[in-house]
């Protein structure tokens, strides 16, 4: 038995048996990540394009990147993009979750719906936002004009079209964040509640005194996940502006793709890719440190 | 317990697929080359897939020796993925069909094959030199033009006729395109109803408007050995002046008019734009959106019309297994009746200059007038491998003119220089 | 559960419901109706994909578009269907998407298990390269996941050192494989994992359980929600997944729904309500996925007793 044996033989086996339950998910990430992002390290010290012979190029293509106002202006769309989508959605996701764990009619109905743009095929979702954001009879334009209000061209105005994008990336995603909340929600266990409300304590209170703190880590995970994921957007754009227009839409991921698919250019755009790593790496930290400090 | 044995259920399900999937998988674990087969990935989708089908199977019909193996990419990028992948593992295919502008980009690294030697038995003057000048580099010539696009002015009948034009006699001029698209603007206030001229959609057709406004001053992209801009002349300026002034002056489409993802939400197909730079493609479209439509080919700044041409060509990968049988592919792809047909199945102009000319083409309403529009294109081409740099650079300095951000001169200026630079870092 | 427990149990559910109707309250209407209005802007572009994939030709065009179709155009689910690859396509986006499904429960459970309750020597090591993974772009590891799934030794007519043969490219291990195991979801089950209460499986353990056995009797069933999550999550995301099967299969006969999707709207003259309509179809498989999911990600923990 564990009990009995020596502290020592313990950790041994805890080592053993731990190694051994990370064993096939590491080989995995080792093949399918690690490796990969060791040669974009490597290859963003190089002028590959695997058409022409490779050349050492040491820092060059960071000392470009510095210099590259396109790449700055996608870095800053991108953050933009980024603290535009991630907190939105986060708030919609735990709202909506919060409300339909509870004996809602038609809870089933409204959980499904919330998370149906997510299973939209992006193709699909792409045209049909074209249209709802068209400028001159749109849905959302006639309903302002409704209202009184100036319609605006929602994706064609270069100050206007990232946000567009912004509000269409929280519909595709506050649905994934209710179902990872649902699920922390669960844990939660129902004595709390009672107690609380037996001390008489207003929703409001129990909502931010229980529900918040209990889902913390659960909200950890989805802030790391969502500022990862949108930092790296890529289909979005692709399919609604290619970037455009004027550039205020293009992020970082679809630029690195266009440099290194579109002009060959393989090690710049490893060096972007390595640049993007450590803006995720630097934003991510940020966001643990904005959590600790909450949480203490 | 129910839960427990729906969980082994879930289980002995699990086992099961998991038992099944290595039989499934076997089953297509096959190697991508094997011997006599002749590998070809192409970019025969969407409308051009009936004619692609087709070209296969007679090509398997008449070369039963052949064991053709194809597969279909939808889009340009998608097929350059994979090109650029397989290139470098040393696995991609014996013959390829793809946009012109790759194929150059491939062979400014060696990677495609000396078609003017594996088609020695073909003549090729009695192909479109328009289309031809995309597939060379220097003398060379790489990359063999299967079908090209062309560009021509699209009209919307209706909306001309209802401004009081004759559709029937298109402008002659700058001056009357001018005229034209002023005339057939509809607003309701500020609120812009039907553009005069619908400017573009995405970046693409942003240089390509220009371009053909620049062909239309007597300008071009490039100098005639391909080294140096020439757009930021005075024939530049003209034309990106012209489109500020439809913007501008004449308020025949507003700033961001029609920008999107294209399809559905083409303007033009629904009906509210008068003019438009339209291809062969748009036909399809417009004609099931219920558009009166109709091509004419675009005025030239002092009369005389221009255009472009915008080929898909064949390039065979340089040590590629089964070169000879990819060769004569591309031999039977580009013999007439083969031209005619796929022309015919897929409405795109045909290299074959017999094929342009064949009866059966020229009976076709929208393929002939786009036959002819692609007479007009000049014989020469941007073709550089830095081609699709210079667009983005080009659309991104019309587009600032267009928002009012820039000045025709400023905007030219900016994109020459860094067009210039790409140009010297290749040489 | 005996008749009468049974018969206790449907009574207290009937009261409770019976409770929850009667106390209507101005803010309670108020906060439906907003979640009414919240679903139904969040299903109208859903119910567009639809309406539209119902429209004829040059009903697609027609400007102010109109929401609900003149007609049912059914001719265009049967030209989506009439793909001559369609049935294969199907078959191959099943075997990915499952494949891919099953093989992140399994190893990302486990992962997420050791990262959260086991003492081992570079654990925080481990878990920050997790995390670190998680943030390497996609997008850069194209070329460099195409060449290692190509280099595998002893597969595909390769060699020990990887190289003669096509390795793991065109096979559905091939294509699995970049998705098997995710960051992602080993560090969400390693979160839910931290969460269960310590009690569970210190009783086990001072029964003398392995460590396998407290994993598979004790801790997997107590994260059936997270499980159910990390499954439909896994599932969707790998059904609608393109750059990997495109890149690395290169045969007709391996192509996924997706691939063909693709084909369908290629080029500046696709038929919208022909792709609309295949969008339609391929989304299916998804919904049934995740309500059969929904249900556990809800119910998972009460049946599985952390509620006693």
Known sequence: ?296 | MTKHTTRRKFLSGTVAGLAAMPILMSASGRALAADQQLIFWSQLAGSKKTAGEELEKAFTAAHPEITLSSSLYAEPSQLNEKMLTAINGNTGPDLIVQHWDYNLIYASGGKLADLGKGLSGVDVAAYDPSLLAYGRQGDTLFSMPLYGTSRGLGLNRKLLSEAGLNPDIGPKNWAELRQWAKAATKRNGPMLQAAGFQLFQNDLEAFELFTLLLQGAGGSLLSADLTSASFAGPEGVKALTFIQQLVYEDKATDPGFAFGPGGMSNPFNQGRSALTIAGNYSTNNALKGGIDFDVLPIPKENGGFTSLVDPFCFGVRAGAENEAAAMKFIEFAISPENQVAFALASKNVPALKAAQQDAAVQADKYLAKFVETASYAPPTAPATPVFSRMMTLVARGVQEVVYGKSTPETALKAASDEVASLLLKRS | MTALAQHVAIERRAAARARSFRSYSPAKIVGYALLVFAAIMTMMPFLWMVSTSFKTDQEIFRFPLSFVPDGFEWQNYRDALNAPDAGRQLINSLIYAGGSTISNLVFCSMAGYALARMQFAGRNIVFALVVGLLMVPAQSQIVPVYLIVQKIPFAGGNDWLGSGGTGLLNTYWGMILPTAATPFGIFMMRQFFTRIPMEYEESARLDGASSFTIFRRVLLPLAKPSLAVLGVLSFQSAWNEFVWPLILTSQRDMATLQLGLQLLQSGPDARWNVVMAMATLITTPVILAYLFAQRHVVDGAVSSGVKG
């Not at chain 1, 080792?30 to 190029?57: C, G, I, K, Q």
């Not at chain 1, 008489?200 to 909502?207: L, N, R, T, V, W």
């Not at chain 1, 289909?235 to 970037?243: D, F, K």
């Not at chain 1, 293009?250 to 250019?265: D, I």
């Open chain 1, 1 to 296: 038995m564990a009990f009995e044996q020596k502290p020592k033989e313990v950790s041994f086996q805890q080592n053993w048996s731990a190694y051994a339950f990370l064993a096939p998910a590491l080989v995995i990430l080792f093949m399918s990540l690690l490796l990969p992002a060791a040669a974009t390290l490597v290859m963003s010290f190089t002028d590959v394009s695997f058409l022409h012979p490779t050349n050492w190029v040491g820092f060059d293509n960071y000392i470009k990147l510095l210099a590259d106002e396109k790449f700055g202006q996608a870095v800053a769309n991108t953050i933009h993009y980024t603290l535009g989508v991630t907190f939105p959605t986060m708030a919609l996701g735990m709202l909506a979750a919060v409300a339909l764990n509870r004996k809602v009619p038609g809870r089933i109905a409204f959980r499904t719906i919330f998370y149906l743009p997510v299973l939209t095929s992006l193709i699909a979702a792409a045209v049909v936002w074209a249209y709802l954001y068209e400028p001159y009879a749109g849905p959302l334009n006639n309903a302002l004009a409704g209202l009184g209000l100036t319609p605006r061209p929602w994706l064609q105005d270069p100050s206007l079209a990232l946000n567009s994008l912004i509000v269409m990336a929280i519909w595709r995603d506050f649905g994934t964040a209710m179902i990872i909340y649902l699920a922390g929600l669960q844990d939660i266990p129902n004595d709390v509640y009672e107690a609380a409300r037996l001390d008489g304590a207003p929703p409001h209170k129990i909502f931010f005194r229980i529900t918040v703190p209990m889902l913390s880590s659960v909200t950890f995970y989805l802030l790391i996940i969502l500022i990862v994921q949108t930092f790296q957007v890529f289909g979005a754009i692709y399919v609604m502006t290619q970037g455009g227009p004027l550039g205020s839409t293009e992020t970082v991921v679809y630029q690195m793709y266009q440099t290194a698919f579109a002009h060959t250019e393989f090690g710049y755009g490893a060096a972007m890719s390595t640049v993007l790593f450590l803006t995720i790496l630097a934003f991510s930290l940020i966001g643990t440190r904005i959590m600790k400090r909450k949480d203490g």
